[in-house]
């Protein structure tokens, strides 16, 4: 095992707000792990960080494939025996041809956003619990949206404009906010904090340059609910706005 240190992975971290997640954490002299399907791009990411002063380590992870988990936490395990952080950010992301209103969605396109934005990022949680256990101060944060809000949803404007009756990705979200609750009430006892991130309407490719925040904006609320203290919330959904104190409502 390697000297102690504090420990964080970052899914989906070669590029766009897990790479600026991965990047803000390890400016915080946190160890990041850049977990990412594509060798390639993790791997420039990885050395994109290095050459940054950020002590960073990739690890070829597939949320959507149960093999690359278990690899992954088999790795993570011999190499460190504990891990601190757990940011689930690698998503499905709704596409301008997908037909994703209420009264035309497929069937087989749910199930695609169910299956990476739930049910992946569940088995990813629960693959690693145990060594989250091992931190002495372990913190989950699970990315998600506005969109996700059935609050928010309910309303006839949305702070990015009018909101694109997508399905797909909202069923996804919300069902994905209802793990956050509740994985939160379960491990409160054992001092694990579990929390919501929404990043905002960002710069990223999904947003495109015209968005109304950058990238760098968007990875805050994910950095500060990384590193909360012992006193900080669980169980909550934090925006962007206003220096990310903005708690959403579900």
């Known amino acids: 095992m390697e000297t102690r240190k504090k420990i964080a992975l970052i899914t989906g971290a070669n590029r766009g707000l ?4 991965a990047r803000q954490l390890g400016k915080k002299q946190i160890k990041v792990l850049i977990g990412a399907r594509n060798v390639t791009a993790g791997e420039a990411a990885t050395n994109r960080l290095i050459a940054e002063g950020i002590d960073a380590i990739f690890f070829l992870l597939d949320i959507t494939q149960a093999d690359s988990i278990s690899n992954t936490v088999k ?5 460190f025996g504990y891990l601190d952080i757990l940011v689930n950010n690698a998503a499905c992301l709704p596409k301008a041809t ?5 009264s035309q969605v497929g069937k ?4 695609d956003f169910l299956e990476t934005n739930l049910l992946a990022q569940i088995s990813v949680t629960q693959s690693f619990l145990p060594l989250i256990r091992q931190s002495t101060a372990g913190r989950i944060v699970n990315m ?3 969109i996700g809000s059935v609050t928010i949803s309910g309303e006839h404007l949305h702070q990015n404009g009018t909101k694109p009756p997508r399905i797909p990705y909202a069923v996804s ?11 939160a009430k379960e491990l409160r006892s054992e001092g694990i904090k579990v929390n919501s991130a929404d990043p905002g309407l960002t710069q990223t490719d999904a947003g495109g340059p015209n968005a109304p925040y950058t990238v ?8 500060w609910l990384s590193c909360l203290d012992d006193n900080g919330p669980t169980g909550c959904f934090f925006t962007h706005v206003d ?8």
């Open 18 to 21: 897990g790479f600026e997640i």
């Open 75 to 79: 790795l993570v395990t011999e190499k």
């Open 98 to 102: 997908d037909a994703g209103s209420p």
């Open 108 to 111: 087989q396109l749910l199930l």
């Open 144 to 146: 998600s949206s506005t």
């Open 173 to 183: 979200k919300a069902a994905f906010n209802m793990f956050t609750v509740l994985l």
């Open 216 to 223: 760098e904006q968007g990875a805050r609320p994910a950095v």
């Open 243 to 250: 220096n990310h104190v903005v708690n959403n409502p579900w």
